[in-house]
C-alpha cells in the first residue's frame, strides 16, 4: 500500500492554499509529517513514537494531538433556525453550555459532513467539523437570513487517554470545572489563558479537547500544558495512532467510511437522524433504505488493505473503507462497506 503525505522543506516556493497550527513548530521539532485536512496541516506521524507506541499511551495513560478540526461560527436571531436546516438533529433542544454529535446531508441524502456543534450562548454556536465542504453550503442556505457565519480563528488540539481528568486538573489554574459531563462545553484559564474546553475525542477514551482563541500566546498554552501533561507520563502523538483506537470503538471517518454516496442510515447512524424535522436531505432519507451497508472485520493474520475488494464466496461484495492492526486484539481490524 502506497500513500501520500505532507512533509515540511526549508526552503522557499508554492506554499500556498493550507494553514499551519499555532503549535506547527512543536510538533515539526518532533519530527512530524502531516496531512491537510480543512485546508490545515494535522500531524499523521512524529519520528519519536511510532503508531503502536502511540497507541499504547493513549490506551493505558494520557496522549495529546494537535488536529486539523475546523470550528465555525455561527451568530444571530436566526443562528438556531438556519442550523435546524443544515443537521438532521432538532438544535432546538441543545442547551448553551452543551455540545451534540451533528450531521449535515446533501439534497439527496448522502452524508455531507460530520462534526461536533457547540452552542455557546442562545444565539451563538461553534460547528466543529470533520473535512468536508460545508462553509460554503451553509452559507449559500444563509441567504435572507439573520445570521454571521464566521471563522473564530481556533484550532483544535485533544488531550485522550485513561488520565486525561488528571491533567486537566492539573492544566486548569482552577482546577477541573465541577460535574464537567460528556460533551459538555466549558471555559477556563489554562496557565492565565481562558480557552474553551469540551469533553469529547475522537478515541473512545476518556479525554477532552482544547480550543484555541486568537491572540493567546501560543508558546506558552502548549509548554502550560505539556507541564501538567508530564506529571501524568502524556505522549505526543500523530493521527496514525488514534485512527486505530478510533476503529476499534466504532467510531467513523467522513469522507471514507461515509460520504455523499451514503446515507447516515446505510452506515449505522440513523439514530442521529430526526424525521420529524424539516433538514436539508428530509425527503430523501424518507423512503432511503434503512439497512446498515458498513460493517466491521476483523482479520487474525494481516491488516486489511484500504481500499481493497472484499469478497465472500468467491463473490465482491464491497470494499475496505479503514484499517488498521490492533495491538490489544492482535489482529487487524477494518470497515467494511457492502454493496448495493
Known amino acids: 500500500a502506497v500513500r501520500d503525505i505532507v512533509c515540511s522543506l526549508p526552503e522557499p516556493g508554492f506554499g500556498y492554499g493550507y494553514a499551519r497550527s499555532p503549535f506547527y513548530t512543536q510538533t515539526l521539532a518532533m519530527g512530524a509529517t502531516y496531512l491537510v485536512y480543512n485546508h490545515r496541516l494535522m500531524p499523521v506521524s512524529l519520528k519519536h513514537a511510532d503508531r503502536f507506541e502511540g497507541y499504547w499511551a493513549l490506551r493505558r495513560a494520557v496522549t495529546r494531538l494537535d488536529t486539523g478540526e475546523l470550528p465555525t461560527e455561527f451568530r444571530g436571531p436566526d443562528a438556531e433556525r438556519l442550523l ?14 452543551r455540545s451534540t454529535y451533528a450531521i449535515a446531508c446533501w439534497d439527496h441524502g448522502g452524508v455531507l459532513v460530520d462534526g461536533v456543534l457547540i ?12 473535512e468536508g465542504d460545508f462553509v460554503a453550503w451553509a452559507s449559500a442556505h444563509a441567504m435572507g437570513m439573520d445570521v454571521e ?17 488528571e491533567v486537566l486538573a492539573d492544566a486548569c489554574d482552577n482546577g477541573a470545572p ?15 489563558q481562558q480557552v474553551m474546553i469540551t469533553r469529547t475525542g475522537w478515541t473512545g477514551e476518556l479525554g477532552f479537547e482544547v480550543y484555541t482563541r486568537p491572540g493567546l500566546n501560543y508558546d506558552r498554552l502548549w509548554d502550560h500544558i505539556s507541564a501538567a501533561g508530564a506529571k501524568h507520563g502524556m505522549k505526543n ?14 467510531i467513523l471517518n ?34 432511503a433504505d434503512r439497512r446498515v451497508r458498513l460493517l466491521g472485520l476483523a482479520c487474525k493474520v494481516a491488516e486489511p488493505l484500504i481500499g481493497g475488494p472484499v469478497a465472500r464466496g468467491g463473490r465482491e461484495i464491497g470494499f475496505t473503507t479503514a484499517s488498521g492492526w490492533s495491538p490489544f486484539l492482535d489482529q487487524g481490524v477494518a470497515y467494511v462497506r457492502l454493496a448495493d
Open 84 to 97: 435546524n436546516k443544515l443537521f438532521t438533529r432538532d438544535i432546538s433542544k441543545l442547551k448553551p453550555g
Open 119 to 130: 452552542r455557546l450562548e442562545a444565539n451563538r454556536f461553534w460547528y466543529v467539523q470533520a
Open 149 to 165: 457565519i464566521s471563522d473564530p480563528g481556533s484550532w483544535v488540539h485533544q488531550i485522550q487517554g485513561p488520565k486525561a481528568m
Open 178 to 192: 465541577e460535574n464537567f459531563r460528556y460533551f459538555d462545553a466549558r471555559e477556563v484559564s489554562m496557565g492565565g
Open 237 to 250: 502523538i500523530g493521527l496514525d495512532a488514534m485512527d486505530i483506537r478510533r476503529i476499534e470503538a466504532e
Open 254 to 287: 467522513c469522507g471514507s467510511d461515509m460520504d455523499a454516496t451514503t446515507t447516515p442510515f446505510a452506515v449505522g447512524l440513523g439514530a442521529f437522524v430526526n424525521m420529524e424535522g424539516d433538514f436539508l436531505g428530509r425527503a430523501a432519507l424518507e423512503n
